[in-house]
């Protein structure tokens, strides 16, 4: 079961081992697990439209 559902926004920060640009993103889309069972999601910047797939463990916990 994904934690996140379309439409949230969440904000990334930036860290050492990030490789998500920091800034705000709309979920967009829920994608199917990893086959190691991650779920993924499509999200899309609210700074510049760029899109991008990232597993839930990239994202922050909950949306601010």
Same mark, same amino acid.
């Given at each position: 079961?994904?934690?996140?559902?379309?439409?949230?926004?969440?904000?990334?920060?930036?860290?050492?081992?990030?490789?998500?640009?920091? /800034?705000?993103? %709309? *979920? +967009? @889309?829920?994608?199917?697990?990893?086959?190691?069972?991650?779920?993924?999601?499509?999200?899309?910047?609210?700074?510049? /439209?760029?899109? %991008? *797939? +990232? @597993?839930?463990?990239?994202?922050?916990?909950?949306?601010?």
């Amino acid at each position: 079961m994904h934690r996140l559902k379309e439409g949230d926004v969440v904000e990334t920060q930036e860290g050492p081992a990030s490789l998500i640009p920091p /800034g705000r993103y %709309r *979920i +967009v @889309r829920l994608m199917p697990p990893t086959t190691g069972g991650i779920n993924q999601y499509r999200i899309k910047s609210l700074k510049d /439209g760029h899109e %991008r *797939i +990232v @597993r839930e463990s990239d994202l922050p916990s909950a949306p601010p």
